[in-house]
């Protein structure tokens, strides 16, 4: 089986560190102390960003870890079946 989308899954690993220090590091700066809460401060562009491309590549990652089990597996099944 290859291993490429485990590789794919490993590479996220430091975008998933980012976004969720930045999105709790982000929270936490919207309070100013006491019962002031600042609701409508967006989100700043590199943390959206950092969410949208660990979205995507994560699922790029199981995507291709799918497709390569399938192949596997069917690779394993045609072998037991040939006949010679």
Same mark, same amino acid.
């Given at each position: 089986?290859? $291993?490429?989308? &485990?590789? %794919?899954?490993?590479? *996220?690993?430091?975008? &998933?560190?980012?976004?969720?220090?930045?999105?709790?590091?982000?929270?936490?700066? $919207?309070?100013?102390?006491? /019962? &002031?809460?600042?609701?409508?401060?967006? %989100?700043?562009?590199?943390?959206?960003?950092?969410?949208?491309?660990?979205?995507?590549? *994560? %699922?790029?990652?199981?995507?291709?870890?799918?497709?390569?089990?399938?192949? &596997?597996?069917?690779?394993?099944?045609?072998? $037991? /079946?040939?006949? /010679?």
């Amino acid at each position: 089986m290859r $291993k490429r989308g &485990w590789i %794919l899954l490993l590479a *996220t690993l430091p975008i &998933w560190v980012y976004a969720v220090f930045g999105c709790w590091h982000y929270e936490q700066s $919207k309070h100013i102390g006491g /019962n &002031w809460y600042f609701e409508d401060m967006p %989100l700043p562009l590199t943390l959206h960003g950092a969410v949208w491309v660990l979205f995507v590549l *994560t %699922l790029v990652a199981f995507v291709v870890l799918l497709f390569d089990s399938i192949s &596997w597996f069917r690779g394993r099944h045609d072998r $037991k /079946n040939q006949t /010679n």
